[in-house]
């Protein structure tokens, strides 16, 4: 897939959420990277034969005071390349990149994978 369309899948995600939360998507960019620098995958613990598939780097909303401001912006990464690894076909890809991308707005919110898990969401 070109990486123009995958963008707009990204942003097609995005834009489906409620507005409520795409109000409180402040000060965070979202960019699309073929796969994970050897930085990303230390810092996310991703583990040896792990697969990345997008990576939420920031401070969630959940841990910000009062005097919280002046940074730079939080920064989820869609890594494509995995993600059209894990996929068979165009369908698949979309579906996975909206879950993805899901995934990593919910850690920008203080939500954590063990709480996505008792979720049931992944």
Do not use: W
């Amino acid at each position: 897939m070109e990486t123009q369309q995958f963008e707009q899948l990204v942003a097609k995600a995005i834009e489906s959420l409620p507005e409520e939360f795409r109000e409180r998507l402040e000060n965070i960019d979202v960019i699309v990277a073929d796969y994970p620098t050897r930085d990303q995958l230390h810092h996310s613990g991703s583990g040896r034969n792990e697969t990345l598939l997008g990576l939420y780097e920031g401070v969630p909303l959940t841990l910000r005071s009062h005097g919280y401001g002046f940074v730079m912006p939080d920064k989820i990464t869609i890594f494509q390349k995995p993600i059209e690894a894990a996929c068979r076909n165009d369908a698949q890809v979309t579906s996975r990149i909206r879950q993805v991308v899901l995934h990593e707005i919910a850690h920008h919110f203080g939500i954590d994978d063990d709480r996505l898990e008792e979720l049931g969401r992944y």
